[in-house]
């Protein structure tokens, strides 16, 4: 079964620390992963995609890492500010259909 | 979330009574979706339209109905609310190139009491 897992669901730190959430997948075939950002009362927007063939690819203070073996990604936040505060969500087209696989999401907030 | 626009953004709705959301694009893109968001659940497809004329079911699409109105507008009808309609609508734009990218609008919350 197609399945998207993030974990945590939530996660509070503190202004300037870095932290690393993470996304697990049973989606197959595989071809990318996108992480979006969702802030409070407004949709997803996108942060960054990973290709099948990527490993690490950086947007700012967000870097996201993509291991296709073991079908794990994370997306770590670098010196967080407060407008990271959001929620960030994991997800994965499913090849040949017109359905995307949405993980669950994890909610930072981010404290001063 | 500039190119996709949804209204209402908040609706209050007794238990039985009919609305529609409205989603308009301007990104010339020929699908359009309708999602709902509900706490704990990831994204969920209510409907969605491959290309103008046609519509097709998503996940959970009893209890709604749509219309693809022409290439720009697609709408979500609920028929006859119930409580657990209740929740937050996406109206989004797959752009369905290499990278996939999803174009969210800004939602519509809707309460049915």
């Known amino acids: 079964k197609n399945q998207v897992e993030q974990s945590p669901q939530s996660l509070i730190i503190l202004e300037g620390k870095n932290c690393t959430l993470q996304c697990n997948y049973t989606v197959s075939p595989f071809s990318n992963l996108r992480w979006y950002k969702q802030d409070t009362g407004r949709g997803p927007v996108s942060l960054t995609i990973?290709?099948?063939?990527?490993n690490t690819k950086s947007n700012g203070r967000y870097t996201a890492t993509l291991d296709a073996d073991t079908k794990q990604s994370s997306l770590h936040i670098t010196a967080s500010q407060l407008s990271d505060s959001a929620s960030y969500i994991c997800?994965?087209?499913?090849?040949?259909?017109?359905?995307?696989?949405f993980g669950t999401g994890t909610r930072l907030k981010v404290l001063a | 979330n500039a190119g996709v626009t949804q209204t209402p953004k908040f609706q209050v709705l007794k238990t039985g009574q009919s609305m529609t959301l409205q989603c308009a694009q301007d990104m010339n893109h020929n699908s359009m979706y309708w999602y709902r968001q509900d706490p704990g659940m990831g994204l969920r497809l209510i409907y969605y339209?491959?290309?103008?004329?046609?519509?097709d079911k998503g996940e959970v699409p009893n209890g709604y109905n749509v219309s693809r109105l022409n290439k720009r507008e697609f709408s979500l009808r609920l028929e006859s609310a119930a409580p657990s309609q209740t929740s937050v609508y996406f109206c989004a734009i797959p752009d369905g190139g290499l990278g996939n990218t999803i174009y969210f609008g800004e939602g519509s919350w809707l309460t049915v009491v």
């Open positions: 990973m290709t099948f063939s990527e």
């Open positions: 339209s491959a290309s103008e004329g046609t519509t």
């Open positions: 997800v994965i087209p499913t090849s040949g259909t017109y359905k995307y696989i």
